[in-house]
């Protein structure tokens, strides 16, 4: 292990932590589905995607653009990602103490 972030949610935690910063600005809400930000990255894995989909994201067609899926999580979901992101960040401060 890297000491860091569970294996591969350095981008979820990254996303809600942005969130928390600005719950109200919805761009931030709203994520493409098939990369991350803006295709500079490689697409979500599946284990990025079922943590966003706990975290409240909903996968959704894109109101600008009809043949486009984005995930979206609406304001009513808002508190919910926080108390994900607060499950993580206590996860990530309290490893297993007796990791093998």
């Known amino acids: 292990s890297d000491g860091g972030m569970a294996s591969g949610m350095e981008r979820v935690f990254d996303v809600l932590i942005r ?3 600005d719950p109200k600005d ?5 994520l493409r589905t098939n990369d991350y ?3 500079s990255a490689p697409s ?3 284990i990025e995607l079922c943590a966003l989909k706990a975290a409240g994201f909903k996968i959704q ?6 043949q486009k899926k ?3 999580l609406s304001s009513v979901d808002t508190p919910k990602a926080m108390r994900y ?6 996860t990530q401060t309290n490893p297993n103490p007796n990791p093998n």
């Open 19 to 21: 969130v928390r910063d």
């Open 26 to 30: 919805v761009k931030r809400r709203c």
């Open 37 to 39: 930000y803006k295709g």
């Open 44 to 46: 979500w894995t599946p």
């Open 61 to 66: 067609l894109s109101k600008s653009n009809s």
């Open 70 to 72: 984005i995930l979206y």
């Open 85 to 90: 992101l607060e499950a993580l960040q206590r």
